[in-house]
């Protein structure tokens, strides 16, 4: 049997950082094992799910290069779910409920008030075919729940280990709601078994969802897939970070500059015994990454860690995986080398390599302060006429230090704002032979 993960995005929403984790182990796992990885678009909310989300999901997959091997659409397959709930039904296996939203809001206050879990009572068990007929009558549509069996469901989760859960401590679940629409459950589990998904790995707060799914699996007669629950991630003050997703979309991140590898060398460490490493290639990650080392404790997620860590990655890119975009910017082949080794160091986003080369071949207008006016123009007239090499600013400055006694900062900075506009930046000793436009004061 072959090797099947697979990541099920509802396109209702833009991906977050959890999502991404999600994703990532599903297809890091499944690559490690010589598998396949399916992308299952859960579209059913026919209401809410977008087209535009969708493109997005796929972007930001691409983005970190999460390839899938093949896609799937869960509203393509409502007649498969149909015959499923029919199938149910003929062994009483779900039962329709009648109680609205705010009676059941009333319930389980009512539950919780005397010091009871709010567990669905199973009233609609009771209810007559008479009764039936009489809410049909007065137009109420029914839900479904399936019925859970009093008994526990045990699994060795790769992950977290061993795993029981009391299905007694549970509400049957719903399985269709009065508008017809098929809940995560009974479509899910569906999908599961005809696509032959061989591991779910997800986050922690499955868990109960995993132990209803593996009661219907085996109701329904069909192998119980391997399962995985990854931790949750948190902020810095202890949140779930499901709070606050909007900061921390993977279209924002991606938008902000962050090196996508940089996210994923990130995300296949935290929460494990390993520490982050600055790896170049996805089959350096395959190599790398471990589900086994990863843990249950909620994990931190630490935004300024990642920007530091993306230019860092960024800073430590060697020059062939950075050739095409130089010559995509305009930097000659015979110079691309020397002008990454000049400025890479003190690069934060690949946005300032071609503000940089800008720099270069059109010049800026100076940044001179008053005080500064006079040894600027006295410096400027002692540069030596270009082409300028790896020695011209050594030698310039000491004469210009030499000539009006300017020393350290005082020196330096003001010939950086002059000839970049900035007061930070690149080594000026390297940068130096690469501009060849210098203000005239």
Same mark, same amino acid.
């Given at each position: 049997m072959t090797f099947l993960t697979r990541f099920a995005p509802s396109p209702t929403g833009y991906l977050h950082v959890g999502n991404i984790r999600t994703a990532l182990f599903n297809f890091l796992l499944s690559k490690k094992n010589k598998g396949k990885f399916l992308l299952r678009i859960d579209d059913t909310d026919l209401e809410r799910s977008k087209q535009v989300y969708e493109d997005e999901i796929k972007r930001d997959l691409e983005w970190l290069g999460i390839e899938w091997d093949f896609c799937e659409r869960q509203s393509t397959r409502f007649d498969r779910y149909y015959e499923a709930l029919e199938n149910l039904k003929s062994e009483n296996k779900i039962y329709p409920c009648y109680e609205t939203k705010s009676e059941l809001d009333l319930k389980r206050k009512k539950?919780? &008030?005397? +010091? =009871?879990?709010?567990?669905? @009572?199973?009233?609609?068990?009771?209810?007559?075919?008479? $009764?039936? /007929?009489?809410? *049909? *009558?007065?137009? /109420?549509?029914?839900?479904?729940?399936?019925? %859970? @069996?009093? /008994?526990?469901?045990?699994? &060795? $989760?790769?992950?977290?280990?061993?795993?029981?859960? $009391? %299905? *007694?401590? %549970?509400? !049957?679940? #719903?399985?269709? =709601?009065? @508008? +017809?629409?098929?809940?995560?459950?009974?479509?899910? #589990?569906? @999908? !599961?078994? !005809?696509?032959?998904?061989?591991?779910? #790995?997800?986050?922690? $707060?499955? %868990?109960? &969802?995993?132990a209803t799914q593996i009661q219907l699996i085996q109701d329904l007669g069909f192998d119980v897939p391997i399962y995985g629950h990854h931790s949750l991630l948190i902020d810095s003050s202890g949140d779930n970070l499901s709070k606050r997703i909007g900061s921390l979309s993977i279209r924002e991140i991606r938008n902000s500059g962050i090196e996508p590898m940089a996210l994923i060398n990130l995300m296949s460490a935290i929460g494990s015994s390993k520490s982050p490493k600055l790896l170049h290639s996805l089959d350096e990650i395959f190599d790398f990454f471990d589900i086994s080392l990863f843990g249950s404790a909620p994990t931190k997620f630490d935004l300024k860690l990642l920007n530091s860590m993306s230019a860092k990655f960024l800073r430590s890119t060697p020059y062939h995986l950075i050739e095409s975009e130089l010559t995509n910017i305009g930097v000659p082949n015979s110079s691309q080398k020397d002008f990454w080794e000049a400025i890479k160091e003190n690069l934060n986003s690949r946005s300032e390599i071609s503000k940089l080369w800008d720099l270069c071949t059109n010049g800026i207008s100076p940044v001179i302060d008053k005080e500064d006016l006079e040894f600027v123009r006295t410096a400027l007239a002692a540069l030596p006429e270009a082409p300028f090499n790896k020695d011209t600013w050594k030698t310039w400055t000491t004469k210009v230090s030499d000539k009006t006694g300017r020393k350290g900062k005082n020196l330096f900075l003001p010939l950086r704002k002059a000839l970049t506009g900035n007061s930070v930046g690149p080594d000026m000793g390297k940068l130096l032979p690469f501009l060849g436009k210098i203000p005239k004061i």
């Open positions: 539950q919780l &008030n005397m +010091g =009871k879990p709010p567990i669905y @009572d199973r009233t609609a068990l009771k209810l007559s075919l008479e $009764d039936h /007929k009489k809410f *049909e *009558e007065k137009g /109420k549509k029914a839900h479904w729940r399936f019925l %859970l @069996d009093k /008994k526990k469901i045990c699994w &060795n $989760d790769i992950i977290i280990g061993s795993v029981s859960i $009391d %299905l *007694e401590s %549970l509400s !049957d679940p #719903v399985f269709v =709601k009065e @508008d +017809g629409q098929f809940l995560y459950t009974l479509a899910s #589990v569906c @999908d !599961d078994i !005809d696509f032959c998904i061989t591991h779910v #790995v997800r986050g922690s $707060d499955h %868990l109960t &969802n995993t």
